[in-house]
């Protein structure tokens, strides 16, 4: 599967933006997405992931009810909705691809997209 990840920018604190990250390559459906985030000098993070079925989402506390995941699978894109967005928020966002349900670690992740950047002005 290759993954495009788009749609990151500067926005200020308590906006909001959609990233997307688009599929190619191989059946979409078959996998859960993930979005992590990496800020500088930090480990990368899980934000969110939804189930190749669409049914079952999972989010980080820090994101939990500001952050919406969600997947178009005739488009082969999934998307993450980010509102009242924070300067902790900053940070390059991936999306990627995995068999397997509920990893909440990089473990797993079969696929990366190449990373959009997310910056938060205070």
């Known amino acids: 599967v290759q993954l495009q990840a788009s749609g990151g920018g500067l926005v200020q604190a308590g906006g909001s933006l959609r990233l997307s990250c688009a599929a190619s390559?191989?059946?979409?459906?078959?996998?859960?997405m993930g979005w992590f985030r990496q800020a500088p000098g930090k480990e990368r993070e899980l934000v969110a992931t939804i189930k190749w079925s669409g049914d079952s989402t999972y989010y980080a506390d820090s994101v939990k009810g500001r952050f919406t995941i969600s997947r178009d699978d005739a488009k082969n894109t999934v998307y993450l909705q980010m509102n009242s967005l924070k300067p902790e928020d900053t940070a390059v966002y991936y999306c990627?691809?995995?068999?397997?349900?509920?990893?909440?670690?990089?473990?797993?992740?079969?696929?990366w997209g190449q990373g959009t950047e997310v910056t938060v002005s205070s």
């Open positions: 390559g191989r059946t979409f459906s078959n996998y859960a």
């Open positions: 990627a691809a995995s068999h397997s349900w509920l990893v909440l670690t990089t473990t797993l992740y079969d696929y």
